[in-house]
């Protein structure tokens, strides 16, 4: 594990308290392994990247941190994960509160065909997070300011959600996802479908929301990796290849796997 | 020759025209041309189909033509002047000498008919020759025309495949010129009813007792209001208070909640279910269902409680329509991108807030579709009514009286020796034209709400 490497310019507070622990998780698809014993740590306040070639799992694992996993039947998750300290995999962990903990966001904008404004309230409206209409109005207008779309729409909430563009139907989905109060994003390349006039307003935005959460994406860009992410992790055939600072992974990589993966030997 | 001979003689040709075109094909290649343009079959084709086709055509019209001819022939005759006038029994006569001159009727009845016996005979050997010359004769032309069309780089394949589209056209076509007759046939006949009886008393009048006599400025008993609530009663009320929820919820169980071999297994069940005959429905409402209903409303108050109760025939009929509705809610809740499930999951929703909140909204078109092929299906139902339902038209709300619909009284007047020409069968005919409207209408507008919302995911 690269966990020795610099952590200098992380604001990394000890090894008890990540928010998220990963340790020797396996995931299976029937009889078939997606995930070999991967272990990994997420702190509160940092971008962590899942870079890879396509079908390295990446994704797979990113759905066992909110249990997402558990909707495909031949699914099967071995292993510990810990949010809090808490094993997420435990019986007395509900899934719904797990979820509302860690949201997510799709790598294909997926607003519900409802208007704005309830694409946005139907997360608090479902954990009751408003007792009436006027917090739920703040509700609103808070997830959707810092989603930065607010601007955008404040004179047509009443407009369906899939109505709008591609950009900002990825920002009401992330909009959607903060509205819930969560601790941990999930992002599962939440940029392959954009332009890159929209890919770059949302990695501006995960600049911004860096401070209140834990965000994990996963990317296929490396240039997106570095630019938004303060640790990366490359995944390849299902293996936890390297994990550390970011710079360290794209300027000093450890193993010639990862070497030959950013330098575009393969992937 | 009769016209099965000469078809025989046409199909004969044909084949040998096949052997023949694809010899000659089959002789073009060489070691200088190894290859020619289309293989030797279809060479064979190419000079079937002009050997059957022109003959075939001309005997179609021929079919159509000749019993005219031989009539003319006959009646040209100066012995055939002295037969009677009247155009009833000489039509009679006619007809009569002419099925004993070709075999099929063996003793004569009508007088003056059997010195016309041997004039038909004349006329039809004349014309019967004469037809099977020009059949002949078609074939060899088009035969001999299609040989000298046979050339290596001749495009044999192209053209016999334009035949095969001009085919399966006419095939196509047959349905729906069958449908507009259909339709045009009802038209006409309720076109006579509305002569003999006010279209305003049919379609506005709450009276339904149809009498002969009609008299024009009466009420003759031709009010039909009764039957069509009867109908949507059954049909569109009590039917999908039963279809929809039960539908509905097993479309959302199959969808949702049910592991992929339960869904294998129960999908195709419910679909075997939707081929069950209607009688067979129309047996279990009529013994089972109907005096267990009859027993319960007697229970809980309601004395006069018919057996033949509209309850019992909407209940059957609803449970008929289940796996219309479950099967079409299926397809539509299952067409909702994943995408639009999984994010409301990774929101902390539960699978039913999912369901509720989400995809039976965004399904919502397609079930309105299907809800509304099942109306049209349910309302022009007839077994299970006319087991069921019967025959009293009352204009109640009461689902445990006797009521009946539009398809148990065209049934009822169609049933029986009939004269076409009367009011009690021309009704039939229009009740069928407002039926078939209503039907097509609701179609209409269910695969149009089905086809919209299928591109909205496309």
Redesign the interface.
Known sequence: MAEQNSQSDLSDNGTDTHKITARNVNVFYDDKQAINDVSIDVDMENVTAFIGPSGCGKSTFLRTINRMNDTIPSARVEGEIKLDGKDIYDASMDVVQLRARVGMVFQKPNPFPKSIYDNIAYGPNIHGLAANKAELDIIVERSLQRAGLWNEVKDRLSDSGTALSGGQQQRLCIARAIAVDPEVILMDEPCSALDPIATAKIEELIHELRGKYAIIIVTHNMQQAARVSQRTAFFHLGNLVEFGVTSDIFTNPQQTRTQDYITGRYG | MTINELLFLVFAFGLIAWFVGRARAASFISSETPIINSLPNYHGWFASLWAIIPAILFLIIWINISPALVTNMVLANPEAASITADPFSRSAILSEARAVASGSNQALFQEGSEKLVPLYKAAQNYYNSIAFAATLLLIFAGSAYAYTRLKPEFRARSKVEKVVMFTLLLASLIAVLTTIGIVASLVFEAYRFVTLVSPFEFLFGTNWNPRDNIVAGEDNGYGAIPLFWGTIFIGAIIAMIVAIPFGLMSAIFLTQYS??RFRSIMKPVLEILAGVPTVVYGYFAALTVAPAVRDFAVMIGFSNAASDNAMAAGVVMGIMIIPLVASMADDSIAAV?A????????????NS?TIK??LL??ALPGVVGGILLAVSRAIGETMIVVMAAGYAANLTANPFASITTVTVQIVALLTGDQDFGSPHTLAAFALGLVLFVVTLLLNLVALRIVKKYREAYE
């Not at chain 2, 995408?339 to 539960?350: C, F, I, Q």
Request: glycine share 10%; hydrophobic share 45%; charged share 20%.
């Open positions: 592991t992929a991108p995408a639009m499930r999984d994010g409301s999951l990774a929101m902390g929703a539960t807030e909140r989400v909204p965004a």
